[in-house]
């Protein structure tokens, strides 16, 4: 079970400054920040053979590797940029681990999150099975074995943001209570399909659908709806900028 508790002393600054000095360095599947050795290769090549077929493996060795969850790991994990990570297994998280354990998160507006992102929070492609670091200008992220750790531009492959879990960030204002009619939520979540509970019926009620809590396929149909007629992404996840064109209708 992951119970996210900020690690004393990570920062959303110090994350950029680690992802910073790991560019250039290998992409190994599995791995957080471990020094590349042919005892590791076995290792992991044990537990992820379809990730281990390239031919290049053995000319890393002596790298400091990471795969895409695992660059933030190797930060969480690691007193220094070239110090052997510690392995917590109450912070062992994958992308969508990272993602759902967030109490901040959103869909990414790439009209406006360069300018007003927090530097050092996570942004992840859509499905959820890649992470990487908005740095204010660019996204660290082990990109694949063929790229290895890579400064990428922000693209339409990255949907969502969180805050990571575990790190300390600067402040938010806080947000506005959000009404429908007589229910008020105090600060809108993520909702999409699958989601269940109080936003979900709000959501309902203000797009029209039956108030069940339960979101499913009318409801993402919905949801979709209300994305194309406000001109924004089309892809049925609820974040803030879609509670924001939802609430426009009240």
């Not at 077929?53 to 940029?81: I, N």
């Not at 992470?131 to 063929?146: C, D, L, N, P, Y």
């Not at 509970?197 to 339960?214: C, E, H, L, R, S």
């Amino acid at each position: 079970m992951i119970i996210p508790k900020i690690i004393p002393g990570k920062t959303a600054e110090g994350l950029i400054e680690y992802t910073t000095a790991m560019l250039g360095q290998a992409y190994w599947m599995g791995t957080f920040g471990q020094t590349a050795t042919q005892a590791l290769l076995n290792y992991e090549r044990g537990r992820f053979p379809n990730s281990y077929k390239a031919t290049d493996f053995e000319t890393q060795f002596g790298q400091r590797v990471h795969d895409c969850g695992g660059l933030v790991k190797g930060y969480m994990w690691s007193a220094t940029p070239t110090s052997a990570p510690v392995y917590n297994g109450s912070q062992d998280c994958d992308p969508r681990l990272f993602f759902e354990n967030s109490k901040i998160k959103g869909e990414i507006n790439h009209a406006t999150f360069a300018k007003t992102a927090k530097r050092g929070v996570l942004v992840y492609t859509g499905n959820l099975d890649h992470v990487g670091v908005w740095t204010g200008e660019k996204i660290h992220e082990a990109k694949g074995h063929a790229y290895g750790v890579v400064a990428s531009p922000l693209t339409t492959r990255f949907k969502l943001w969180s805050e990571c879990p575990f790190i300390e960030y600067p402040a938010s204002p806080e947000p506005a209570p959000v009404p429908a009619g007589k229910i008020l939520i105090d600060e809108p979540p993520m909702i999409r399909r699958g989601s269940k509970g109080k936003a979900v019926a709000v959501f309902q009620q203000i797009v029209g659908t039956d108030p069940d809590g339960d979101f499913g396929p009318k409801t993402e149909a919905a949801a979709k709806a209300l994305q194309k007629s406000a001109g924004i992404e089309v892809d049925g996840i609820v974040g803030p900028i879609t509670w924001a064109a939802a609430l426009n209708t009240l």
